[in-house]
């Protein structure tokens, strides 16, 4: 730890400053708690001013005992409260500049709430938890840099891997693409107390670890479309040492290249070691030597199973990504929204779902976001959401016609889009669901267990969407624009190039309910004379 400092920005500075800003993350890991802070110049520029870490296995207690014992929470709940007389120092006020994160081993805890809870009371800190998805989407962000360094990496396939104490990320990117964002529950210190929980010989532990991992490249490249040249970039501490040892004058900085020679060797080598003698030769935190000879035999097998003769060490960390969207001051990004939207049309295409109708439904409830933004009071955010539901909101009926809105809301609900965690997708499985029939009810399955902010706002988006939809009614794309207007109690859509709206008409007739019991307002719909030369 760096001693006391003297800050060139003010810890509240007003919306719209344009000096640095200081902001700080905190990660909660399966090994260690890692907290960083970095000054932000008003073109998002970085430079990192500190990082601290301490090293807690709360993994260990979640993957063998399924909980996080009294007194790890406590190891947990001091070194926060260590963190937070640092963050003083620096004047960061934890309401605006620092945001903590948890991830698998807080995330699987049978006593997750009890931990949270404990470490607000002791810190006053609120911790994040993190779904896979999450995870996917800051690891997106935190990579980003990368292409910008090296933008030749844009002309071929790049597979971010990073294997972590209780599962392996994998994201793959076609030029600055999402193509796949993968999670897999094969993690470094998950697959160490699997081997002590069912005390395996320690001469097959490196044959059963292998064994693991060859399952889920298999799984991997079944899933995912993986065509010419492969770019792998392993993340996370375990990466970073076997660059360090094997890569001399590395800078620690840049992304270096290994050849899987080199780290086949390395793995032999820590492999042949107990947890003892590589925490005693290599001076590792006993946490940490844990998690090496797993995580590095996973980056092998990985390599080899996807046929790449080596691989590149970065130095991003989830930390970066967490970072960037702070600097940014926005999660929902234009470039995050289009990584969305094309996730989003993947699935839809795997259900061979019409794209053209998902999509001029999407454009027309988009417009009546906007038009109706006074009414619903939403933040950009529940644009996103409606967007995706409107693209989805038929792609179940390949199953059947009968129901194909609760069938749509069961695929959505259950399937995996980057970007978006299980909150979002049950919000986007909602709004679709409510494109037609019955209006939200609270005995209604997955509505039920909304709160009352969630629940009012998939009702004021369900309504926009039925209005949308009613006007695609024909699938014919005919009502390629509208203008909206706001008189009294009408909200009037008026409709250029089409003769006749009695599709449309009747189509509002059937869906319009929803939208005045909501909105007070009552459609009407309006062609757009001809104009006179």
């Not at 938890?129 to 790049?158: C, G, I, K, M």
């Not at 094997?246 to 780290?263: H, K």
């Not at 955010?381 to 129901?403: D, G, N, P, Q």
Request: with cysteine.
């Amino acid at each position: 730890m760096t001693s006391p400092r003297t800050m060139p920005s003010s810890p509240h500075d007003p919306p719209g400053a344009t000096g640095p800003r200081v902001l700080a993350v905190i990660d909660v890991g399966s090994t260690s708690v890692r907290m960083k802070i970095a000054q932000v110049d008003p073109h998002n520029h970085m430079q990192t001013l500190e990082t601290l870490q301490q090293t807690i296995s709360l993994g260990k207690d979640t993957f063998t005992q399924r909980e996080i014992a009294r007194e790890t929470i406590e190891q947990c709940a001091q070194a926060l409260r260590s963190f937070t007389h640092v963050l003083k120092e620096y004047g960061i006020d934890p309401a605006g500049q620092l945001r903590v994160t948890a991830t698998t081993a807080v995330r699987e805890a049978l006593n997750s709430q009890a931990f949270l809870d404990r470490v607000y009371i002791a810190t006053g800190v609120e911790v994040e938890v993190l779904d896979e998805a999450e995870v996917s989407r800051l690891t997106y962000q935190a990579v980003q840099p990368l292409f910008q360094e090296h933008p030749n990496w844009t002309e071929t396939q790049t597979l971010i891997a990073e294997v972590g104490g209780g599962g392996t990320e994998l994201l793959v990117l076609r030029g600055k693409n999402i193509d796949a964002a993968r999670s897999f529950r094969v993690g470094s210190l998950r697959m160490r107390e699997m081997l002590e929980t069912y005390r395996a010989p320690v001469v097959r532990h490196q044959q059963i670890m292998h064994n693991q991992v060859q399952r889920m490249v298999s799984r991997f490249r079944r899933e995912v479309e993986l065509d010419g040249p492969l770019r792998l970039v392993a993340l996370g501490g375990d990466a970073r040492f076997a660059a360090a040892h094997l890569c001399a004058g590395w800078d620690g900085r840049s992304p270096v290249r290994l050849r899987l020679t080199e780290l086949s060797g390395l793995v032999d080598e820590v492999l042949a070691l107990s947890v003892d003698d590589l925490a005693h030769r290599y001076h590792l935190p006993f946490p940490d030597a844990e998690t090496l000879g797993p995580a590095l035999l996973t980056y092998l097998d990985l390599a080899r199973g996807l046929e790449v003769g080596h691989l590149y060490v970065a130095v991003n960390t989830l930390r970066d990504g967490l970072l960037h969207e702070m600097a940014s001051q926005t999660v929902w990004t234009p470039e995050f929204r289009q990584q969305v939207i094309r996730s989003t049309l993947e699935l839809g295409r795997k259900f061979h779902f019409d794209e053209a109708h998902g999509a001029h439904v999407a454009a027309r409830s988009k417009t009546l976001f906007h038009a109706l933004q006074d009414e619903h009071q939403l933040p950009p955010r529940f644009e996103l959401l409606l967007y995706v539901a409107a693209l989805l909101h038929e792609v179940a009926l390949y199953i059947s016609l009968r129901s194909h809105h609760k069938h749509s809301m069961y695929l959505i609900q259950n399937s995996e889009l980057f970007g978006l965690g299980a909150k979002d997708m049950l919000l986007v499985a909602m709004i679709a669901r409510y494109h037609r029939r019955a209006a939200p009810r609270s005995n209604h399955y997955g509505y039920a267990t909304l709160d009352r902010e969630s629940r009012i706002a998939v009702s004021k988006l369900a309504a926009i969407l039925r209005v949308a939809d009613a006007l695609e009614r024909s699938h014919s794309q005919r009502v390629r624009s509208i203008e909206i207007t706001r008189r009294g109690a009408d909200l009037v859509i008026t409709i250029p190039q089409v003769d006749d709206l009695s599709i449309e008409q009747m189509a509002l007739r059937e869906k319009g309910d929803m939208f005045e019991q909501i909105y007070g307002l009552n459609v009407v719909l309006r062609v757009e004379p001809p104009t006179l030369t």
